[in-house]
């Protein structure tokens, strides 16, 4: 049973712009980047890795459309996509979320390494060559 005080499994229909059977997507409340959207299990799961084939692929077309809501919207020129599974990778909801996060020319000065930045004194590896 979902905690009753999990901000994904009590969201009012409003805040969801996207859904199908086993998952849906909404705006992040607390975006990145202008389009900052997450994918949600319906059912409340903690991880990636005990969500079935059904899930994994719904979540995966309602990426793929709320990126395209996000190109027609504020065209980005890139997206970065992500999941903090646990706690010691960040998660601080406890319920399994995909980000997507469209990223813009010059929101930051040189963003090669992308995700590699969760870890910064190991992101710049092209300069310890």
Known sequence: ?????????????????????????????????????????????????????????????????????AEAEFAPAGFNMGINDGPAAGQTVPHLHIHLIPRYEGDQADPRGGVRWVIPEKADYWSRR
Request: aromatic share 8%.
């Open 1 to 69: 049973m979902p905690p009753l005080t999990c901000p994904f499994c009590t969201l009012t229909r409003e805040r969801i712009l996207g859904e199908n059977d086993h998952a849906l997507w909404i705006r992040d409340g607390f975006p990145v980047s202008p389009g900052h959207s997450l994918v949600i299990p319906r059912r409340h799961t903690g991880s990636f890795f005990d969500t079935s084939d059904a899930e994994r692929q719904a979540m995966l077309a309602l990426l793929d459309e709320a990126k395209a809501a």
